[in-house]
C-alpha cells in the first residue's frame, strides 16, 4: 500500500511523459520506435499550439468592445437634489430619492440638509397633505409607508456591503470641535441602538483627516455606495447624519423619545448622555493618535506621581464668539474669570487646601492672568500667548475658518493640544468648572462619566447652572 507521499508524487516513464528526460544505455532496437513515437509527439504538440493559437487570435478579433464604464459625478456638481415622486394611481403615490449610481462620494453637507426640509414636504404630498409639512409631528420612529428605499441598478456593487449602516460626516459648517465630538459620539451611539455600522467621512472637514487625530475602527463590511446614503428618513438603511441635519437627528423627536419622561431635571437625560458615553468608549478613550495617547497618560501619571492624594479639581475656560447665558453675563457674554476664581477658591477650601488645580481654556492668554497663577496647566508647557497669532481675528467662527482654510500646520497641532486638554481633564479631575452652554463643557461630562459628573455633582456648570443635555440643534 503506497503513502500518500508515493501517491502524489509517483515517478512517470518517458512514454508516460514525453518530455521527461532519458536515462540509461538502450538498445538499438528499440530505437526507431522510439524516435517515431518522440516525432508524432512533437507533431501533436505543434498541431495544438497552432489551435490554440488560432483561437486567442480570433478571441481578440471578434470580441465585443466592452461597455465603457461610466466617469464618475463629482459630488460638488450637484448642489440640489428633489425628492422622486412616484404615481400609482387611485391615489397610492411613494416617494424616494434617486441619485446616481456612479456618484463619486457624498455630498456637500448643505445639500443633505436641504433634503431633511424636503422630505418632509414630499412626504406630506404622498400622504395627500399637499405637501404642508406634518412630517415633524410624527414620531422618532415613525414609518413612512410613502416611503421607498434608494436602490442601486447593479446588485453586484453591494456585494460584501453592511446590511444597515450610519455614516457620521465631519462638516467643517461647523468649525467648533467640542460640536465635532458631541455630535460624533452621540451618533455613534445611535448607530450602536439601531444596530447599524458606524462609518466616519472626512471629505469636507477642514480640520484635515480623521485618521490624523483618532486610530479608525475597521468594519467587517463595505460602506454602502454614496447613491443610497441618505439623510434623515430613519428607516433608511444606510443612515447619514452631519451638522446640516442636526435638527433632524437630534431635535425634538430624538429627545422626546430618548429622554426618560419618568425621571425629573438632567436625570431625564441619562439615556441621551448613555449614547454619547458609548461613542467616548468606542471613539475616543483609547483612540488618540498614538504619540497624543502616550503623551496624555504620561501627564495623568506625572500629575498622579506629584499631586499624591490631593484632590483634582478642573476649570475650562471658554472663549470665542459662542456667549454664555446667564442674564448677569449679558454685558460681556462671557463668564468673567472673577467667578471661576471664586468658585474654584470655594471648592478648594472645601478640601481642605489639599488640592491641585488643572487649567485649560482655547484663549492662552487665560494661563499668565493674575487670578490662576496657582493652578496648574493640563499640558506642560501651556500655550504660549503668542499661539493667538494664529488666530489674529481672535477666537471666533471666522477666525478658525481663516486660519484653517491655509492648511497651516499650527492649526492641526492647535487641534490635537485641544484633545489632549479634554481628555486629561475629564479623567483626571473628580471635580470640574466649566460653561455648559459651551460643547466642550458637555463632551467634558461625557468624559467624566454619569456616575461622576451626575450623581455625585463632580461638573458644574458655572453660566446658568442647568443640566447637562446633548447635541444642541
Known sequence: MPSPSQTNHRQRSAVEEPFLPRHGKEDDDDDKPRRAGSGLTRGRVLLIAIVLSSIVWLLLVFQPPASPKPSEIDPASITSVEPTMLDYGEGNQKWTWRLPDNLGGLLRPHVYGEMCRAAGRASAAAAGHGGHGGHAHHG?????????????????????????????????SDPGLGGMLLGLWSAYGLAMSENRT????????????????????????????????????????????????????FGHAFTDFFEDARKMGVQRQHKIFALARSGYEALFRLRLSPADE??????????????????????????????DKAFEWRKTGHVPVSH?????????????????????????EVYSLAEFASYTPAQLPPPPPDTRNILPGGWTRQAFGDARAGESEAVTNMAREYFRD????????????????????????????????????????????????????
Not at 215 to 226: G, H, I, Q, V
Not at 241 to 246: C, D, E, P, R, Y
Not at 443 to 463: I, P, R, S, Y
Request: hydrophobic share 35%; glycine share 10%; charged share 20%.
Open 340 to 364: 471661576y476664581a471664586d468658585l474654584i477658591s470655594s471648592a478648594t477650601a472645601n478640601a481642605g487646601g489639599n488640592a491641585t488645580v488643572l487649567l485649560s481654556s482655547d484663549d492662552p
Open 198 to 249: 458606524f462609518f466616519v467621512d472626512d471629505s469636507n472637514w477642514s480640520w484635515g483627516t480623521y485618521a490624523t487625530y483618532f486610530l479608525p475602527r475597521k468594519p467587517s463590511c463595505r460602506p454602502p455606495p454614496p447613491s443610497i446614503v441618505i439623510p434623515c428618513v430613519n428607516q433608511a438603511p444606510h443612515l447619514l447624519v452631519a451638522h446640516s441635519t442636526t435638527s433632524a437627528t
Open 294 to 323: 502616550e503623551a496624555v497618560e504620561a501627564r495623568k501619571n506625572q500629575l498622579e506621581e506629584e499631586g499624591g492624594n490631593r484632590k483634582v479639581l478642573a476649570v475650562q475656560i471658554r472663549r470665542g464668539d459662542g456667549k
Open 140 to 172: 422618532y420612529y415613525w414609518v413612512d409607508d410613502h416611503f421607498l428605499n434608494p436602490r442601486v441598478e447593479d446588485e453586484g456593487a453591494l456585494r460584501g456591503v453592511c446590511k444597515r449602516s450610519l455614516t457620521y460626516m465631519l462638516d467643517s
Open 422 to 473: 479634554v481628555k486629561i481633564l475629564g479623567e483626571a479631575a473628580s471635580t470640574l468648572f466649566c460653561g455648559g452652554n459651551g460643547n466642550t463643557c458637555r463632551v467634558l461630562a461625557v468624559v467624566m462619566g454619569w456616575q461622576t459628573a451626575v450623581e455625585e455633582k463632580g461638573w458644574v456648570n458655572v453660566d446658568d447652572g442647568r443640566g447637562w443635555f446633548g447635541v444642541d440643534w
